[in-house]
């Protein structure tokens, strides 16, 4: 590529880029399509379970992520070994010496235990551990400990797990989120239930022997648009979770029952798959480079060839891609409004 703004421009722009050619065997992409800005909130990616205060306990197992478009088993956790506590999760431990539940700016939020002793494999299920009443009376009644799903959820998803709070004392928080690559690995901050950012998260939350407060759907930067009925149950009981994304539906489940369900279509936007896509709406050119650089949207943006030669494609096809000699051939189109930058090259070298 002889003009290095093109990338620039197609990041500034938001341009989507779909494969039609193809060079050396690997994809070229050829089509420029439009796309507006995605203001929407970001839909979760991974999902926390989190012990807090007064020696609060819980033993966590059966975790299971179930991708809704295939209706495949992604990911799987029975905890039937010392090694399952750390497979795709992340374990932290806060003690209370920091502040933890204090005012934020108190709050040493470098004071914590990865992967320690108090988030641990017992009796083969994954056991998060606090400090401060009965069950572990010394170290401080605010301690908190989590883990953190470390793959990504698939983009329609459903997280089912068993949870059972050991004691009465404390509480027992589960969120379904989004994590920026960005964000810190430990995201436990008093006063926010997870990683920072504009998005959607999924809580359910409980504590003593009911669940004091009831599923809700919480919006950055909105006071929880969605919340529902606290659910019957009995959190020192076990139980199994559950929490789903569909398109733009959300469900909260208690024991295999849904308990709350809401559109969050206001929120999330749901991309279609690319084969639902209609790659004729705002596109700007299309250049099969079947023997020459003709746009054939119909916009007449065509291009002029400088030494590259038609040669096969990946696929064997006869005049189906181009060859670049990798130090002076490329393919010029000319500047144009629609692509709202100066003149483009595009080129291909061989590696």
């Known amino acids: 590529m002889k003009n290095k703004s093109l990338t620039q421009k197609i990041s500034l722009l938001a341009l989507s880029l779909f494969s039609v050619g193809s060079l050396f065997g690997k994809t070229l992409a050829v089509d420029l399509k439009t796309k507006e800005l995605d203001n929407s909130f970001k839909r979760p990616n991974t999902f926390i379970i989190r012990s807090i205060q007064a020696g609060s306990t819980t033993d966590v197992d059966n975790i299971k992520v179930t991708d809704l478009d295939t209706n495949e088993v992604v990911y799987e956790n029975t905890f039937s070994n010392a090694g399952d506590a750390t497979r795709d999760l992340l374990l932290h431990y806060y003690p209370d010496s920091g502040g933890v539940e204090s005012r934020p700016q108190d709050m040493n939020r470098k004071d914590y235990v990865e ?7 017992v009796n083969g299920k994954l056991r998060l551990e606090t400090t401060g009443f009965n069950r572990n009376g010394r170290g401080g009644y605010n301690s908190v400990s989590d883990a953190t799903f470390t793959s990504e959820l698939p983009h329609n998803f459903l997280v089912e797990f068993d949870a059972k709070r050991m004691q009465w004392a404390g509480h027992l928080h589960i969120y379904a989120t989004y994590k920026n690559p960005g964000d810190t690995s430990a995201n436990y901050v008093p006063g926010e239930n997870s990683f920072k950012g504009k998005k959607a998260t999924l809580a359910i939350t409980g504590g003593g022997s009911n669940f004091y407060n009831s599923p809700s759907i919480q919006i950055t930067g909105e006071k929880s648009p969605f919340a529902f009925s606290n659910p019957s149950g009995n959190p020192t009981k076990n139980i199994r979770y559950g929490m789903s994304i569909n398109g733009t539906i959300v469900n909260f489940y208690i024991d295999g029952k849904s308990i709350g369900t809401a559109n969050l279509s206001d929120y999330l936007k749901e991309e279609k798959p690319m084969n639902e896509v209609d790659l ?17 949207s119909g916009n007449s943006r065509h291009g002029t060839i400088y030494g590259a030669n038609p040669t096969e494609d990946r696929n064997g096809k006869i005049n189906g891609a181009y060859n670049f000699d990798g130090m002076d051939d490329y393919i010029k189109i000319n500047h144009d409004k629609a692509f709202n930058h100066t003149t483009e090259y595009f080129s291909m070298v061989q590696k």
Not at 280 to 296: E, H, I, Q
């Open 115 to 121: 992967n320690g002793t108090m988030t641990r494999i």
């Open 280 to 296: 004729t709406s705002g596109l700007v050119a299309w250049y099969p480079l079947d023997g020459n650089a003709s746009d054939m």
